[in-house]
């Protein structure tokens, strides 16, 4: 979380966690003001046998909860809400993007934990990285999905249903650099980015991990979306230290850059990562600058709203009004900001 802030996220959606970890952090970030703000989705709905647990073994994890069949979808669904979820995340990768083959969440059961987050009025996104996957999102009526998949350009019948649905697509483009274009080592050596990143960061970021993610297929589907009016939100892959590829707060500006060149304008990208992406999850208080939302902004050297390489020149970060100091730890409440902090907001 306080890399995150350093490069001007503020707030940052988790898309599956452990609670135990989570809450404590969730905790801190209210009353200190050097790390960004978190909302999360606790336990992802995943096959006891399948995606992510071949990446989890020996790790000690605690009981993963799941459901197998339709009528354990609501008890799913009610255990993340009392851990304190935000929105119900759902799992379905068959292991093809990473030369392999998994048990996936049956089509059945996702539909029955998407109905059942919908009856508690909160959100339910699904993890897909293939047409298939995108398919059985679309059809249990999800909110959105949180990867745009790679192995094939997105079908128009896909895109008009998503359009009617009112779905949206946060693209989670390939950031680990051997599946796209040298991303991570190029970040790791821009003096913008190293700056900001300890040594063990730098070095997760330049580190290599192929699987298959075809770029060109997902440059496409994002102006194509684009075109016919399906919104796309930013997003990354960023997690832990062991991810390779990635840094918290680094890799969201390389997937602006990645948006931009898929077809929306360097204006479109920029709200993607802040007020649209805040409205979607029912953050009204932020990504926005206006009267009486959080005191968020972030000041950058250039304009970039036409170019958007600029989000990386930062000249000063906020964080409900207070100024995040060149050492990462926040100083005193500015003035400008208000008696509470609460004037304007910078991008979640």
Not at 185 to 209: H, I, K, Q, T, Y
Not at 270 to 297: N, Q, S, V
Request: negative net charge; hydrophobic residues 40%; charged residues 20%.
């Amino acid at each position: 979380m306080r890399t995150a802030l350093r490069f001007g996220v503020t707030t940052e959606l988790d898309m599956m966690s452990v609670p135990d970890a989570m809450a404590p952090i969730r905790k801190k970030a209210q009353t200190e003001f050097d790390l960004a703000d978190v909302r999360t989705a606790s336990w992802g709905l995943a096959h006891p046998d399948g995606h992510p647990h071949q990446l989890r073994r020996g790790l000690d994890d605690p009981v993963w909860p799941t459901a197998i069949v339709p009528s354990e979808a609501p008890a799913f669904v009610e255990g993340r809400l009392s851990e304190g979820a935000d929105y119900i995340k759902i799992m379905v990768e068959d292991g093809t993007a990473f030369s392999t083959s998994l048990p996936v969440v049956p089509p059945e059961v996702v539909a029955a934990a998407v109905e059942a987050a919908h009856e508690r009025g909160v959100m339910a996104l699904v993890h897909t990285l293939s047409a298939t996957a995108t398919r059985v999102a679309v059809e249990a009526g999800a909110d959105g999905v949180t990867r745009l998949h790679y192995d094939e350009v997105i079908s128009e019948d896909l895109i008009i249903r998503m359009r009617e649905q009112g779905m949206f697509v946060i693209t989670t483009r390939p950031s680990p650099s051997g599946a796209s274009d040298g991303i991570g080592p190029r970040l790791g050596a821009d003096l913008r980015v190293a700056s900001r990143l300890n040594a063990a960061w730098r070095d997760n970021l330049g580190r290599e991990f192929a699987w298959n993610a075809h770029l060109p297929n997902a440059l496409r589907s994002v102006g194509l979306l684009h075109a016919a009016g399906v919104e796309v939100l930013a997003g990354t892959d960023a997690a832990h230290l062991g991810a390779p590829g990635l840094a918290h707060g680094a890799s969201l500006h390389d997937e602006l850059r990645l948006l931009e060149a898929g077809g929306p304008s360097p204006l479109e990208a920029l709200t993607a990562a802040t007020r649209r992406t805040a409205d979607r999850f029912g953050l009204t208080d932020r990504g926005r600058i206006e009267p009486g939302a959080t005191a968020d902004p972030v000041l950058v050297d250039g304009d970039p709203t036409s170019r958007l390489s600029s989000t990386l020149n930062t000249r000063a970060v906020w964080c409900r009004g207070h100024r995040l100091a060149p050492s990462g730890v926040t100083g005193e409440r500015d003035s400008w900001a208000g008696p509470h902090g609460d004037t304007v907001a910078g991008c979640p």
